[in-house]
């Protein structure tokens, strides 16, 4: 086996990269051995003869599986906890979700026409002040007051 840590060396600096980095085809060592210049490796390395090995990586299959299994709910219990509630997830984040969610099904009922101009500005008001605990919620109380615009009425206002 002849010493080609010169050339490997060279071929390293060229490349940009670490002494291991460097790839040499076991077929051509002849070849390689016979480069004692720059120009004879940036040759080689033209020709493919050397090449620069590519990164060794952490593989993220691991995390992309764990995270599959956590949406589905899965190694949430609580011996995985290690933060109280609001570390986990603030308050504030909690309430930005929610009345996102909330604002975001009184525009499509007002949109809808399911619900009128007037009601929707009563509801929004309501929601911004956190009466409303979900889009379910919402929709149960609207129900209970009979504040929906039933659909013979809305043919009846586009006529």
Same mark, same amino acid.
């Given at each position: 086996?002849?010493?080609?840590?010169?050339?490997?060396?060279m071929?390293?600096?060229?490349?940009?990269?670490?002494?291991?980095?460097?790839?040499?085809?076991?077929?051509?060592?002849?070849?390689?051995?016979?480069?004692?210049?720059?120009?004879?490796?940036?040759?080689?390395? %033209?020709? %493919?003869?050397?090449?620069?090995?590519?990164?060794?990586?952490?593989?993220?299959?691991?995390?992309?599986?764990?995270?599959?299994?956590?949406?589905?709910?899965?190694?949430?219990?609580?011996?995985?906890?290690?933060?109280?509630?609001?570390?986990?997830?603030?308050?504030?984040?909690?309430?930005?979700?929610?009345?996102?969610?909330?604002?975001?099904?009184?525009?499509?009922?007002?949109?809808?026409?399911?619900?009128?101009?007037?009601?929707?500005?009563?509801?929004?008001?309501?929601?911004? %002040? %956190?009466?409303?605990?979900?889009?379910?919620?919402?929709?149960?109380?609207?129900?209970?007051?009979?504040?929906?615009?039933?659909a013979?009425?809305?043919?009846?206002?586009?006529?």
């Open positions: 086996m002849t010493n080609l840590s010169k050339q490997r060396r071929a390293a600096e060229i490349l940009k990269v670490g002494v291991g980095r460097v790839w040499i085809d076991p077929e051509a060592m002849e070849d390689v051995a016979a480069a004692i210049t720059r120009e004879d490796v940036r040759k080689l390395i %033209g020709e %493919g003869v050397i090449r620069r090995k590519q990164k060794k990586g952490v593989s993220r299959g691991r995390a992309r599986e764990r995270m599959r299994k956590r949406k589905k709910g899965r190694g949430r219990g609580p011996g995985s906890r290690k933060g109280a509630e609001y570390a986990r997830l603030p308050r504030k984040r909690r309430w930005i979700m929610r009345i996102r969610a909330l604002r975001r099904r009184l525009r499509e009922l007002r949109d809808e026409k399911k619900i009128d101009r007037h009601s929707y500005r009563i509801l929004y008001r309501r929601a911004k %002040g %956190g009466m409303f605990k979900s889009v379910a919620h919402l929709e149960e109380y609207i129900k209970t007051n009979n504040m929906l615009i039933e013979e009425s809305r043919e009846a206002g586009k006529k």
